[in-house]
């Protein structure tokens, strides 16, 4: 069995940090065309509905692909049984226990976050947990590597929670790319896919703004790169590029060439990636009054983040 503290040490991963329907899947589908970028999208895995009928972002029944299948493979022979119903990486509760409640709670203040890492350091029972979710994480980031011959991995997952967890393993030489985009937008589609009123979905934007903001204030200097949706869509090549080379990736400024890729996540994955058009579908379908609740939510922290 391979000791994946080890082997994982220092390994540079990218790791996309932004709220819900901010263009996370684009930004994965743009940087997973670079041969040194390895990724399967969403490393935190979340279920895939009928294991049966999911298709894999090449095509193939995730079930029939042989790259899942040769990740299977090298899983085991790392120790590792990989479930595709349960990848076994998420730190969000499957219970109810004071373990599930510790590796999910949202990101707070320094006192409560010294709390957590205590707790998570000194009790048997969430020490162990952590220390094998982490190990789960390890082996799939250095199977998926050595499979895609890649030299950075890319987990485009998204959780603030996640990320914290992440950076203090200190496992890994972590790059975060922040993904931020006009609120009124990620919103109009946390309305549409939750079935929720713009004061629900505003305050949810709100919610996750502030925990990034909680985590991302205390990163070093020189660890995450601004990347906004809109310029993404706008100038893709030029934000791609920065992006890569933010990650450690060497380019030449040159579009690569498309590749084969097994990415999991929302529908987007199996759409032809061809030119990048901004998606502004939002300002036809948001009402006066939704952008009236929005503004008195969100209106100033959207402000903040360069949005009028």
Not at 69 to 80: N, P, T
Not at 109 to 118: A, K, M, N, S, Y
Not at 217 to 242: A, F, H, K, M, P
């Amino acid at each position: 069995m391979i000791a994946e503290a080890d082997t994982a040490a220092r390994r540079r991963v990218a790791y996309i940090l932004s709220p819900s329907y901010s263009g996370s899947t684009l930004l994965t589908l743009l940087l997973a065309r670079h041969p040194e970028v390895a990724t399967i999208g969403e490393l935190k895995a979340r279920p895939l509905g009928d294991i049966q009928q999911y298709v894999c972002s090449c095509r193939e029944k995730i079930l029939e692909c042989p790259f899942w299948a040769d990740v299977r493979a090298a899983l085991r022979e790392r120790g590792h049984e990989l479930d595709l119903t349960d990848f076994g990486t998420s730190f969000r509760a499957t219970r109810r226990g004071l373990t599930d409640r510790l590796l999910a709670a949202a990101v707070r203040g320094p006192l409560f976050e010294w709390v957590r890492r205590t707790a998570l350091r000194t009790l048997p029972g969430p020490r162990q947990t952590l220390q094998r979710r982490l190990d789960r994480n390890a082996a799939v980031i250095e199977t998926v590597l050595e499979l895609q011959d890649g030299r950075v991995f890319l987990d485009g997952s998204k959780d603030v929670s996640r990320l914290k967890h992440l950076l203090d393993a200190d496992r890994w030489d972590l790059r975060v790319l922040h993904l931020i985009r006009d609120g009124r937008a990620s919103a109009d589609s946390y309305m549409r896919h939750h079935d929720v009123t713009m004061s629900r979905a505003a305050l949810e934007w709100v919610r996750a703004q502030r925990e990034a903001r909680r985590l991302l204030d205390r990163l070093d200097d020189g660890v995450c790169l601004t990347i906004r949706y809109e310029r993404l869509c706008e100038q893709s090549q030029v934000v791609v590029n920065d992006a890569l080379r933010f990650i450690g990736c060497v380019t030449d400024g040159s579009p690569p060439a498309e590749r084969s890729h097994h990415i999991l996540g929302n529908r987007m994955r199996l759409a032809p990636l061809r030119a990048v058009e901004l998606d502004e579908k939002w300002r036809r379908r948001l009402t006066d009054d939704d952008l009236r609740v929005f503004a008195r939510i969100a209106g100033a922290m959207n402000a903040e983040l360069g949005y009028e």
